[in-house]
């Protein structure tokens, strides 16, 4: 599967952005779906996933309350809706398919968010 991250780009403190992340072939719905972050001079780290049917989603406990992933499996897209961003969420976004919740196998290119203060 092919993966496609869009929709970064630069907001103020307080701020909301939609990621979404366009695969390609038949299996999209096969997968888990999720987002990770790497900032500069960090590991990447894990962001949000969701099940295949989009009924059980995981976040970091960073992002709780602020950040919602969800899929529509008849576009093949999953997004990440991101609320009351704050200067500590700048990173480079990347979106991931795998087989557990945790675990992807495939990645697509980042999309880069930057939240100004």
């Known amino acids: 599967v092919q993966l496609q991250a869009s929709g970064g780009g630069l907001v103020q403190t307080g701020g909301s952005l939609r990621l979404s992340c366009a695969a390609s072939?038949?299996?999209?719905?096969?997968?888990?779906m999720g987002w990770f972050r790497q900032a500069p001079g960090k590991e990447r780290e894990f962001v949000a996933s969701?099940?295949?049917?989009?009924?059980?989603?995981n976040y970091a406990d960073s992002v709780k309350g602020r950040f919602t992933i969800s899929r529509d499996n008849a576009k093949n897209t999953a997004y990440l809706q991101m609320n009351s961003l704050k200067p500590e969420d700048t990173a480079v976004y990347y979106c991931?398919?795998?087989?557990?919740?945790?675990?992807?196998?495939?990645w697509g290119k980042g999309t880069q968010v930057t939240v100004s203060s």
């Open positions: 991931g398919a795998g087989i557990t919740t945790y675990g992807m196998n495939y």
């Open positions: 969701i099940n295949r049917g989009g009924g059980s989603t």
């Open positions: 072939g038949p299996t999209f719905s096969n997968y888990y």
